[in-house]
């Protein structure tokens, strides 16, 4: 698996970091994850093939990006029967609201680790 695009200290040096690379650094996914999201955000209810299209992009690569925003939960997937037989996926992204939530609740979770390190941290005696 790839870094993502942006790490935490680009993220920390940035003085107006955009809301993508925030997301990009906390979910720890890659820009092109970030910015499916937040096309599916403008296109609910999109299969991967129609997603590929508004994307310009392969579907395979959407299929990826679909998959890992579904791992970090912020995306929904619904079944659709078609009329003929079968089926086909559509995706929605979860709203907005909700995501910065879980954002938020990252950041916190993260920064609290990091806290309890700098915290317990005891120098060894020389």
Known sequence: ??????????????ADPSFDAVMTCV????????????????????TAEELADVLDRDR?????????????GLVKRDRRLLDPGGYV????????????????????????TVHGVIDEFEAESE
């Open 27 to 46: 979910f720890g996914i890659q820009q092109h994850e970030t910015r499916t999201y937040l096309t599916l955000l403008d296109h609910p209810g999109t």
């Open 60 to 72: 395979s690569n959407v299929n990826r990006s679909l998959t890992a925003l579904l791992d970090k």
């Open 89 to 112: 996926y559509q995706y929605t992204a979860v709203p907005l609201p909700d995501a910065k939530a879980m954002l938020h609740d990252a950041l916190d979770a993260w920064t609290e």
């Open 1 to 14: 698996m790839s870094e993502p695009d942006h790490d935490m200290r680009s993220l920390m040096e940035a």
